[in-house]
């Protein structure tokens, strides 16, 4: 049986400025029936605007990445959550299984074999529940993920050593997750950096973080610093960096023996044509036994590195981790939503949701 | 039996522009006996210029170092290597023994048991024999150790792989020795830079590395990744980091997938009153998982972490790794032994014997 499928298209690659619904078209299109033995259908249930798509719609220049290519005129490609309608010889798969993806954002769709073989799909029945899809974006996903592999794999913090961690983005989508799983697992003291005074109450009102700062009340790298200084008079332990620019020099800066920092974004300059570089005293880095370290979430996401899916799952039975979103209905409002990323206007995962 | 012991005194803090003989006077002083029981009198055979020095007499600033601090008019403190001339109800130390430590520049000394608790010495009896004393500044010391520990514990090579090593101050102490134990031990292509033609025939013609880059011909950082993609086309895949400055950069965007960066040292900034900044675009080090970390050997020189002194000796025996030196006769040369490390006229360790 053949089904209408509706694609998020970007129109142009947009080098730099805020990205918003004017670069997307919503078209429609025909699935054909799925005839491939060892396939299985999908169906959508949500796709998730991410910070670091904003890098995938500038015009490729040679990057270490290795995900696909975006191209004008075709689908986007994303982080998605889903279900299999459709299974034909398949034994890992079954109908109803849901999944999160790394996909195009197409709402039906067909995988044959060699799809199977070269995309990323984790499984989640069992997991979540039909109410609960969303969360395969947020913390069962990409977020999530990031939030592990970085706290757990890249900064490594001491558990039970009252180690003080610093994280930008605080209320975003992957830094909640840090802070609640550095305090509630490792015991960490945790500092939040987020932009106005809703935000930093509700790191730590909400989400446990013992401390806030609202980074809209700071000018430059000195006075976060000094803010910082304030909270953690003896300096940081770890600096968990979506954010870059000032962030990045003050934490660097307030990194005390055996510091680390995990780098897994930067937002603050995804929306310029080149991202400005950061300014670094690498001395400064001997004595300490400082630590800097990049990654994204694909060794613990794909299952590689790590037991993401058990222990985060674990976490969310415990009441570890609790969720925070911001949903945006309907595929026609996924421009709207990858504009509220960079506004400051979202809180937690965005995520649209059909 | 008392002793008169000479004394390498620092006159002033210098905070810039290079250090010599005028910054330093040689004094003499009276020993007494040595009566403390648990206590041992040392002889010194040598003592060692180091780059790091060049930042100790600057006037402190709070630093992380833990080392202590140099005050004018008072003895330098630094790497020495010496020998036990009297002991007093110690059963870890004989008369004759040798040893490295970390000690004032005083050719004679007793050490009491509250010494020999707080200092870091390290035995060398039996790996070392009379003639070939200048080693334990070099090899079996810290040099050897900063090598030791920065190769293997934080760049990490992976034995066999063929992985690509960039070094520069390629002729000095440290990385010549970096380059012969990822060349001879790890099976890494090695590239190093150095100033200048002779020292450039060095390190490939006696100490193997593959590929010499003079950076004396080099005037900026382009220019030096350009050299880099010459003989490594597909990047490095390890950098250790003794000069700063240009280095750093180059060395930084040639990176590939999993590069790591050990920064021990930045020769290149030590004689300015402000080390200047690096500049890196953290956002290429997250697709790639770069790391940069930096260190001291202090760990692998005390023994807290590694077998450095057994597995050096191995590769010494092994012949993996040649002794590379420039040596100055007496203590009174100590000025011009120090000054050279900053003018290029030196290759290899420096030492100063007696």
Known sequence: MSSIAKSVILIDYVEEGLVGPEHFNITESTVPELTASGGIRVELAGISPDPFLRGRIKKPVGSASTLETIRPGFPMVGFVVGKVTAVIDNSNWAVGDIFGAYLPFVTVQNLGPEDLKARLLWKLTGKLTE????????????????????LIDVLRPIKGKGEVIFISAASGAVGSLVGMIAKNVYGCKVIGS????E?????????????????KKINNKDELKAALKDVAP?????????VGGMHFEAAYESLRVK???????????????VTPPVSVNIMSMIYSFNRIEGFI????LSGAQGNFLEDMHGFVQAGHV????????GIESFGEAFQSLFTGKNTGKVVVMF
Chains 1, 2 share one sequence.
């Open 199 to 215: 935000k930093c109450a509700l790191i730590t009102s909400k989400f446990g973080f013992d401390h806030a700062i609202d980074y």
């Open 297 to 300: 979430s694909w060794p613990w």
């Open 259 to 273: 510091g680390r920092i995990a780098v897994c974004g930067g937002i603050s300059g995804y929306n310029d044509a």
């Open 234 to 242: 003896d300096g940081i332990d770890m600096y968990f960096e979506n």
């Open 131 to 150: 109410d609960r899809l969303n969360l395969g974006l947020g913390i069962y996903g990409m977020p999530g993920s990031t939030a592990y592999g970085g």
């Open 322 to 329: 609790l969720p925070n979103e911001t949903v945006f209905r």
């Open 194 to 197: 987020c932009g106005g005074p």
